[in-house]
C-alpha cells in the first residue's frame, strides 16, 4: 500500500495512507468515515491506517457508542469532551467543543471549553462523571452502551491523538478560535444530527479476533465492537519480551488513574528489570497508557532504533514506512497496546464506581 508523505502537520510520527492510496480495510474505512461522519480525513484514523486492524476497531467502537444508536449525541458529546478534559489532549478536546457546537448548543460548547459547569443539571452530571472517575454514573444501566461505550472509547482515542498527533486541529492552531469553533460546527450541523442506525458498522471488523463482550454492553453492537478493539489492540503486546509485557501490566494494575507526578520514578522505576534492549519499547506502551502527552522524539527515536526489524502483523497490517527497525505499523500497535491497558484498567474503574454507589451494575 502507497504510504507517500501527507501534507499538514498533525502527524508526529506515522506516514498515514492517503484516502487515494487505501485499499482494502483501510479503504473500507475511509469510506464509512465520509459515509457517516461526513468526513474522509480524520487525523486520528489516518494515523492509525498503517494497522488496518486497530483502525477498523477503533472507528466502529467510536461509531457505535457516539453515533448511532438512541440517545442524545450532545449528551455522549459531552462525555466526549469530558473524557478529554481530563486525559489533557487539546487535539481531542478541540475537536469535540467544535461537535458540540455541531450539535446546536453553542453555549454549552463554549461553556465547558472555558472551564465551566453547564447550567443544564443534566449536562452537568454527565460532565463531572466524565471528568471524574469517583462520581457516580449519572445514567441507568440500559444507556452504559452509550455513555460508557463513549467514555472508553475517548480513554482509548485520546491516548492515540496525545502520542501521535500534534495539537493542530487545524492549521495555525485556528482552533482557538471561538469564531472558527462556532462556523465549523455548523458546517458539520447536518452530518451530526444524522439519525444512523446501530450495527451498521460492524462489517468493518469482518474476519478480526474478538474478547468477550463486556456486561455492560453484551448483546449490543457496541459491545461487540469494543471487544475487537481490546482484541486486536491488546494483540500489540506481541511486540514486546515477556518481561517488558508483564512490566508494563503491572505497572498500568497498580495505576491510581491519576496523572503521574513530573519525574522519571513512577514511569522508569516498573522498568528497571526489562532488559535494556526492550526498555525502549515498554517505555513508549507505559507512557501511553499514563502519560501519553509526554511522549517525546528521543523516546520514538530509541524504540526505532531497538526495535526488531520483522515486527509482528495485526491481521491486515499492508505494512509501513521502515524505520531502523520497527515499522509504522509496529509504532501503531504499540502505542494501541498502552491506549487498550489504560482503557481495561479504567473500564473496571467506570463501571465498579457505578455499580458501588448504588445503581445498577454496570459489569
Known sequence: MNT???????????????PQDATGRVAQVYARLADDFGMARMAVFLTLSPAPAVLAGTWALLRESLLAGPGSRTGREVVALGVSLANRCPFCVAAHTTLLHATGDHRLAETIAAG???????????LRWAKDRRAPAPFPADQAPAYVGTALTFHFVNRIASALLTENLLPGNLQKSRLVRSVGGRAMSRAVRRELPPGAGLDVLDGLPASAEPAWAAGTPVGAAYATLMAVAEAGGELLGEAARTAVTEAVAAWDGEHPPMGGDRLSGPLTGVPAGERPRARLALLTALAPYRITDPDVAAWRTTAPTNGGTDGGTDGGTEGDGGTD???VRLVAFGAAMATRHLEARLTGAHAERGGAALA
Do not use: C, E, S
Open 4 to 18: 507517500t508523505p501527507m501534507a499538514g502537520g498533525q502527524f508526529r510520527y506515522v506516514t498515514p495512507v492517503r
Open 116 to 126: 465551566g459547569v453547564p447550567a443544564d443539571p443534566g449536562h452537568a452530571a454527565l
Open 329 to 331: 505499523g509496529d509504532l
